[in-house]
C-alpha cells in the first residue's frame, strides 16, 4: 500500500505562482512512477504531469501546462512536486497525485494503483 498525501494548493490570482507537494510513504518511492492530474468541476479527471521512477526521471506534461509547470521528486524525502507558474484561470481544479510501479502509458490515469485526497487551486482574475 501507498499512502499520498498532497498539500500546497491555495486560491491565487491570475499570473500567480504555487508548488503543490505529495508526500509518499509505505513503499519505496524511488520505484513508483508519480503522476499530477486534475479535475475541473463539471469535468473529467485529466493528465498534468508525470515523472518515472527509471534512471533519468523522464518527466511528461500535457501540452495546457508545458512550459508552465515543472514536475520533479526528491527521493531523499519520498515527495514529488509540481511547480506551477504563470497560472491562469483554467487551472482551477482539485489536483491530485497518484503513484504507480508502471513505466508505460503513465499519461492516463488506469496504471496508476494509488491517490491522494486531492487539494484545490483556485485561480481568479
Known amino acids: 500500500q501507498v499512502q499520498l498525501v498532497e498539500s500546497g494548493g491555495g486560491s491565487v490570482q491570475a499570473g500567480a505562482s504555487l508548488r503543490l507537494s505529495c508526500a509518499a510513504s509505505g513503499r519505496t518511492f524511488s520505484r513508483l512512477t508519480m503522476g499530477w492530474f486534475r479535475q475541473a468541476p463539471g469535468k473529467e479527471r485529466e493528465f498534468v504531469a508525470a515523472?518515472?521512477?527509471?534512471?533519468?526521471?523522464?518527466?511528461y506534461y500535457a501540452d495546457s501546462v508545458k512550459g508552465r509547470f515543472t514536475i520533479s521528486r526528491d527521493n531523499t524525502k519520498n515527495t514529488v512536486y509540481l511547480q506551477m507558474n504563470s497560472l491562469k484561470l483554467e487551472d482551477t481544479a482539485v489536483y491530485y497525485c497518484?503513484?504507480?510501479?508502471?513505466?508505460?502509458?503513465?499519461?492516463?490515469?488506469?496504471?496508476?494503483?494509488?491517490w491522494g485526497q486531492g487539494t484545490q487551486v483556485t485561480v481568479s482574475s
Open positions: 515523472i518515472r521512477w527509471s534512471s533519468g526521471s523522464s518527466t
Open positions: 497518484a503513484a504507480t510501479g508502471a513505466l508505460y502509458s503513465i499519461i492516463e490515469s488506469g496504471p496508476y494503483n494509488y
